[in-house]
């Protein structure tokens, strides 16, 4: 093969490599989004706070007795107990003056903040939470902000249908991104496909060849993706420091095996497809 044709070939391996990198890139930022916005939903859902308020004449040992029961609890994520003395402080403090001593006494309670799991904080558990800690001895009263826990619901469930919305549209422009680079690459081969077979190659000896060469095209243009990716990954805790908060190693995981997946199915089944169009293509149409 002379050294013209060569170079023409490794540059149209070259970009269908490229290509495919870039399309994969592009899912994979957008998988970036998936799992920002999954962060934000468990952030939202687990720094809710329900406020449990004491009966003013609750005992030390009454209040360690319920620390310890609410502690027991499975839907518990944290629990942080705040005596009235230390309430009447930090309502002095957002004042700017003693309030105590003005009124004379103090009428604040002590009270504990319950934030509950991501999967317990969804309407119909989160009444069951209530129920419980409302059956508590010395308990006087237990809210949230329904309505802000309402409006979060709402908010996180329009978030994720826009999302499936756009994983939708990026799949699809994914399969037509990388079928036409496939394509392409096999069209400017197709006399070569033809010439074999009329010498007498058989359709899987023809298609073999091709079929391996996209194996390694989407291999490659994986492990490309894979190293943008991670160079992404080290880069926006510098943009959002919060990023860094959230483990997400299982998620980037699997986000990596999908992208494989999806850049060797693409790519094995457009080259099978196109291989075996210009099989059966008559000769006059090749042109």
Known sequence: MSEPIKRKKKFSYLSSVLSISMVLLMLGLFGFLVIGGKHMETYLKENMVVNVFLQPNISEVEVAQ???????????????????????????????????????YNPLMGSFQVKVK?????????IKVESFLKGLSKVSEVNYQRSAFDTAQKNLQIISL??????????????????????????????LIKSMQLVGATNWFITKPFILQSIKNGFYGWLITLFLLFGLNQIIPNWIPEWAEFSH???????????????????????????????????????
């Open 66 to 104: 319920i620390h310890q029961q609410i502690q027991q609890q499975p839907f518990l994520k944290n629990l942080v107990y705040i005596s009235k003395e230390q309430a009447a402080n930090d309502f002095s403090n957002e004042l700017g003056q003693d309030f105590v001593n003005f009124l004379g």
């Open 118 to 126: 991501e999967n317990f904080n969804q309407a119909n558990e989160l």
């Open 162 to 191: 826009v999302l499936f919305g756009l994983a939708t549209v990026f799949g699809m422009i994914a399969v037509v991104l990388i079928h036409n680079t496939v394509k392409l690459n096999l069209y400017a081969q197709r006399f």
């Open 249 to 287: 190693s299982s998620m980037l995981l699997y986000m990596d095996i999908v992208l494989l997946l999806v850049g060797l199915i693409i790519s094995i089944t457009s080259s099978f497809l196109s291989t075996r169009k210009y099989l059966f293509a008559r000769l006059e149409d090749l042109y």
